[in-house]
């Protein structure tokens, strides 16, 4: 298993709330990305966060918004929840530095009814 | 824009058999990475193997090599000796050299090991 924490691992949520996901990075790394994964699909990326910074951001709606914080943990945030929005969200951290690979935690699915 | 496709969404595979997974991308960068990710029921994306588009040498971790066309821009995973522990998905991904760590994946395949 990855250092990389995410929770909660399931969620519900009513269209149109908000909701928070959380995760904890590996040691030693200070990029944290997040993945939006549909059921069938390839997961598809969300943002980036670096040293606290977005550093790049994929096709979403700005109802998507994330943070991270100085022990580079990272938090995303979507208001207005929509039943489209029902999917397993992945994060993953890297090392922008040092060029390492993205570690994956496992993820939290998220139903929005 | 960069895209990356798995054109087979099921394979199966007989115990201790070798099984060649496809992966094909588009690109008009020339620094870029190429993966393999293993994602069982756990959900947890697990890298399985990495290559580097400079290096001409095909990356082999183990039981797991590729095919690297970079010229074909063609990506296949060959696992050997499977094992009841390889079943999952497969997701091939790619990412741009640089600043970003942004993966863009394939939609997947659906290993199934028989025993």
């Known amino acids: 298993e990855t250092g990389v924490t995410q929770s909660p691992t399931h969620l519900i949520k009513t269209r149109g709330q908000q909701v928070t996901l959380r995760c904890s990075s590996q040691s030693g790394h200070n990029t944290v990305s997040w993945y939006q994964q549909a059921l069938g699909q390839g997961p598809q990326f969300i943002f980036q966060?670096?040293?606290?910074?977005?550093?790049g951001r994929g096709n979403f709606p700005p109802r998507f918004s994330g943070l991270q914080f100085p022990n580079y943990s990272s938090e995303l945030n979507v208001n207005a929840l929509e039943l489209d929005d029902s999917a397993l969200y992945l994060c993953?951290?890297?090392?922008?530095?040092?060029?390492?690979?993205?570690?994956f935690g496992q993820g939290t699915r998220l139903t929005v009814v | 824009a960069q895209t990356v496709t798995q054109s087979q969404p099921e394979m199966s595979v007989q115990e201790a058999e070798t099984v060649t997974l496809s992966c094909t991308y588009d690109t008009s960068e020339s620094d870029y990475y190429l993966f393999w990710y293993k994602q069982p029921p756990s959900r947890q994306m697990i890298l399985v193997i990495r290559?580097?588009?400079?290096?001409?040498q095909n990356a082999t971790e183990n039981r797991f090599s590729v095919n690297f066309q970079k010229a074909a821009k063609s990506f296949s995973l060959k696992i050997s000796d499977s094992q009841l522990g390889d079943a999952a998905m497969y997701f091939c991904a790619y990412r741009r050299g640089g600043a970003t760590n942004k993966l863009i994946f394939g939609t997947g395949t659906l290993l199934a090991v028989q025993p």
């Open positions: 993953a951290s890297s090392s922008r530095d040092w060029d390492t690979e993205a570690f």
């Open positions: 966060y670096y040293r606290e910074e977005e550093n």
């Open positions: 290559q580097e588009a400079y290096k001409q």
